[in-house]
């Protein structure tokens, strides 16, 4: 989604760009067409720091290294509301529910080009479409039990709706294990579809 309108294209680079090794504070980070954001601080090979043209939010991507051959890459965010712009507001609410999946999915990324087992972008679009799917039938969980009579049925499957959404956006386990997850919910909402009476018109 970052990508999204950037001149480059949907995919990431997979090489190293000349390019955009030589920032200095002050300067545009070329991250994301959705935000504007500059460096406070370049350090090569050790971190990068940068936050909003205002001044709020920091975000910081540092190297520690831990022997002659293996360093680890830590990210580290700290996140400001905009609550009197209800623009930026909403902006800042999506961030606060989803910047965990692309931070996690940027840092496999790295790991991945340093390693030279970069992941194919179909891998990607698949578990964006799971991690969207996920929301999208907690959603319709939680419509069916508003429109419908609460039972027993309609509360455990909004419950196992909420707790399969959780776990694949949250908890660190394989992507196709939220995949089957959301099967199972699927199914059921299906089954409890079918079994709601049918409306009757009256003339």
């Not at 939010?57 to 965010?77: E, K, N, Y």
């Not at 609410?93 to 790991?111: N, P, Y």
């Not at 679009?125 to 319709?140: N, V």
């Amino acid at each position: 989604m970052e990508n999204i309108g950037s001149l480059r294209g949907l995919e990431s680079a997979v090489t190293i760009l000349p390019e955009f090794q030589q920032f200095k504070v002050g300067d545009e980070v070329p991250i994301s067409s959705a935000a504007t954001m500059v460096f406070n601080g370049v350090e090569p090979n050790r971190y990068l720091i940068w936050s909003g043209k205002d001044g709020k939010g920091g975000f910081t991507w540092a190297l520690f290294p831990l022997d002659a051959s293996h360093t680890r890459l830590v990210s580290r965010i700290r996140w400001t509301h905009h609550w009197a712009q209800p623009g930026l507001l909403a902006f800042d609410l999506f961030t606060e529910f989803s910047d965990h999946i692309a931070v996690r999915k940027v840092l496999q990324g790295v790991k991945g080009r340093v390693e030279n087992h970069i992941e194919p972008m179909a891998v990607g679009t698949l578990e964006f479409a799971i991690y969207l799917a996920s929301a999208l039938i907690f959603l319709a969980a939680m419509i069916l039990n508003l429109l419908h009579p609460l039972t027993r049925r309609g509360w455990f499957l909004g419950l196992a709706a909420g707790a399969s959404w959780l776990v694949t956006w949250y908890a660190p386990l394989p992507i196709w294990i939220g995949a089957l997850l959301e099967l199972i919910v699927l199914w059921g909402l299906f089954t409890a579809v079918r079994r709601l009476p049918l409306r009757k018109e009256v003339l």
